[in-house]
C-alpha cells in the first residue's frame, strides 16, 4: 500500500490548474465506453494505443484520445497547447496520451492520501524542503512517527508472541 504523493498533487490544488480546461484531469471521463468529453461537449474517442518497451523490458501500453471535431471550438486556442507547431490552430485537433494503468493507480493512490481513514499516515510523511520548518511541526512528526512505531510493536508483540 503506497502513501507517496503524486508528482503533481500540490499544483493540482491550485486554482490555475484546476481551471485548465487541456488537462485530461479536468474532463469527464465515460468509464463504460472509454471516451472523455471536453469543455464544449466534444466526445474524445480512442484513436489508437501505442505500445512501447523499454531497456528493461517492461512493456508500457499509452492510450491516444482524439476529439471528435475541433472546427469552430471557441476554446481551442486555451485547450490545445503547443505554439511552436508549424500546423496552423485552426487545422489542428486535440489529441491526449495517457497510460490507463498510471492513471488508475495514481487515482488509488490519491484517494488514499486525501481519505480520512488514513489521516494518521498522511501526517507522517517528511521529504526534503529547502524551506524553514516550524519546531512545532517537526516534534508534531516524530511525535506521529513514535506513535505508529509503537503500535506496530505491540501488535507484533500481541499478535505474533514476539518477545522484546
Given at each position: ?46 484513436n489508437?494505443t ?47 496520451e ?5 492513471n ?61
Amino acid at each position: 500500500m503506497s502513501f507517496i504523493k503524486p508528482a503533481n498533487y500540490e499544483i493540482s490544488k491550485t486554482r490555475k490548474y484546476k481551471n485548465d480546461i487541456s488537462k485530461i484531469e479536468n474532463m469527464s471521463y465515460n468509464g463504460f465506453r472509454d471516451y472523455y468529453i471536453c469543455k464544449n461537449n466534444k466526445k474524445l474517442a480512442v484513436n489508437r494505443t501505442i505500445k512501447r518497451k523499454s531497456k528493461t523490458d517492461y512493456v508500457s501500453e499509452k492510450t491516444v484520445y482524439t476529439c471528435e471535431d475541433c472546427s469552430n471550438c471557441e476554446y481551442k486556442s486555451k485547450c490545445i497547447k503547443g505554439h511552436n507547431c508549424k500546423t496552423p490552430l485552426e487545422e489542428r485537433t486535440k489529441n491526449i496520451e495517457t497510460l490507463k494503468l498510471l492513471n488508475m493507480l495514481r487515482r488509488e493512490n490519491l484517494e488514499r492520501i486525501v481519505s480520512e481513514e488514513n489521516h494518521s499516515f498522511r501526517e507522517v510523511f517528511v521529504g526534503k524542503t529547502d524551506k524553514n520548518i516550524n519546531p512545532k511541526t517537526i516534534w508534531m512528526i516524530i511525535h506521529k512517527r513514535w506513535n505508529i512505531e509503537n503500535s506496530c510493536f505491540y501488535q507484533l508483540k500481541s499478535y505474533c508472541n514476539m518477545e522484546h
